[in-house]
């Protein structure tokens, strides 16, 4: 399988980090778009980079930071002297690969200019419309809100993220691979195009002919709703979030070479599909729990079909 292909080439330049790999992968042939949360020096960069260039596909960074403007995102009409007249530098959100770096470092209007652009593909400079590449897919790294000079995200920006996915320390034996890597030299370090744009066309059309049973489409439905009654919850998840687990469990389910959704492809993708869509009551809060917690006892409580 060609996705067998790209995570190797990736773990080429990459020690560990397989769920981060698979969560992007699964956003790219789900047209969705992903939020990776951890502490800097982690891989997240250079995972996203890798894959860019296994893929050959375009990729772009911004490095969001307080002083940031929408138009260096989206673009902006420039006003040629020479020419005395106006034209369109798009900005950087025009490519396949966006890496939206420490996404929470900016204040929340220039969060909100990417709000467009992941919604509807397309983005608004002056009056007039642009569509974006296909594919498309935001991946933006945040630090921990605990850190200084970090602002929260927008809930409704937060909601156009299909998967939230936390990145942890490696294990001792992977950071001794990664001094071992680093002592040959990072720049060394060489991977193949496995991969295109066509490739991945084609694999979102097998996606979409996935079958999936009626009755795990009311097991999504199911713990969705549950998010939205349970008391250590204030807002429970939107209806999006339904539509991004029904759609990331196809996803799971191809990569693991299936041609059908088992319940277990919707358990292992159901807390990076809904963490970032719940809001913890104040009492909850209070208490120290965490969202994981939360979407944990509601998993273990509803009936597997």
């Given at each position: 399988?060609?996705?067998?292909?790209?995570?190797?080439?990736?773990?080429?330049?990459?020690?560990?980090?397989?769920?981060?790999?698979?969560?992007?992968?699964?956003?790219?042939?789900?047209?969705?778009?992903?939020?990776?949360?951890?502490?800097?020096?982690?891989?997240?960069?250079?995972?996203?980079?890798?894959?860019?260039?296994?893929?050959?596909?375009?990729?772009?960074?911004?490095?969001?930071t307080p002083d940031l403007?929408?138009?260096?995102?989206?673009?902006?009409?420039?006003?040629?002297?020479?020419?005395?007249?106006?034209?369109?530098?798009?900005?950087?959100?025009?490519?396949?690969?966006?890496?939206?770096?420490?996404?929470?470092?900016?204040?929340?209007?220039?969060?909100?200019?990417?709000?467009?652009?992941?919604?509807?593909?397309?983005?608004?400079?002056?009056?007039?419309?642009?569509?974006?590449?296909?594919?498309?897919?935001?991946?933006?790294?945040?630090?921990?809100?605990?850190?200084?000079?970090?602002?929260?995200?927008?809930?409704?920006?937060?909601?156009?993220?299909?998967?939230?996915?936390?990145?942890?320390?490696?294990?001792?034996?992977?950071?001794?691979?990664?001094?071992?890597?680093?002592?040959?030299?990072?720049?060394?370090?060489?991977?193949?195009?496995?991969?295109?744009?066509?490739?991945?066309?084609?694999?979102?059309?097998?996606?979409?002919?996935?079958y999936i049973e009626e009755?795990?489409?009311?097991?999504?439905?199911?713990?969705?709703?549950?998010?939205?009654?349970?008391?250590?919850?204030?807002?429970?998840?939107?209806?999006?979030?339904?539509?991004?687990?029904?759609?990331?469990?196809?996803?799971?389910?191809?990569?693991?070479?299936?041609?059908?959704?088992?319940?277990?492809?919707?358990?292992?993708?159901?807390?990076?599909?809904?963490?970032?869509?719940?809001?913890?009551?104040?009492?909850?809060?209070?208490?120290?729990?965490?969202?994981?917690?939360?979407?944990d006892k509601i998993l273990?409580?509803?009936?597997?079909?």
């Open positions: 399988m060609i996705f067998d292909d790209i995570k190797r080439e990736i773990s080429k330049v990459i020690v560990g980090q397989e769920e981060m790999i698979e969560a992007i992968l699964i956003a790219m042939l789900s047209e969705g778009h992903i939020l990776l949360e951890g502490l800097p020096g982690l891989a997240k960069t250079m995972s996203i980079k890798t894959l860019s260039r296994v893929l050959g596909l375009d990729f772009k960074r911004v490095q969001f403007l929408p138009s260096d995102i989206i673009g902006a009409m420039i006003y040629d002297m020479r020419k005395g007249e106006f034209y369109v530098k798009k900005g950087p959100v025009f490519t396949n690969l966006l890496l939206a770096d420490e996404i929470n470092r900016a204040p929340s209007k220039v969060q909100s200019a990417l709000l467009e652009a992941m919604g509807e593909r397309q983005v608004t400079i002056d009056k007039d419309s642009y569509k974006l590449s296909s594919p498309f897919v935001v991946m933006a790294t945040q630090n921990p809100i605990e850190q200084e000079g970090t602002y929260n995200l927008p809930e409704a920006q937060l909601d156009r993220f299909m998967m939230k996915v936390f990145i942890d320390y490696p294990s001792l034996d992977e950071e001794l691979e990664v001094l071992n890597r680093a002592e040959r030299g990072f720049e060394k370090l060489s991977v193949s195009k496995v991969a295109n744009r066509e490739d991945i066309e084609r694999a979102k059309k097998e996606i979409e002919g996935i009755a795990l489409k009311r097991y999504i439905l199911n713990i969705v709703f549950a998010t939205r009654e349970h008391k250590d919850l204030m807002y429970g998840s939107s209806p999006r979030g339904s539509i991004d687990l029904l759609k990331a469990s196809k996803a799971k389910a191809y990569l693991k070479g299936k041609d059908f959704v088992s319940p277990k492809d919707i358990l292992e993708i159901a807390k990076p599909v809904l963490r970032h869509r719940v809001i913890l009551s104040y009492e909850a809060r209070a208490k120290g729990v965490c969202a994981d917690e939360v979407l273990e409580s509803l009936p597997i079909p």
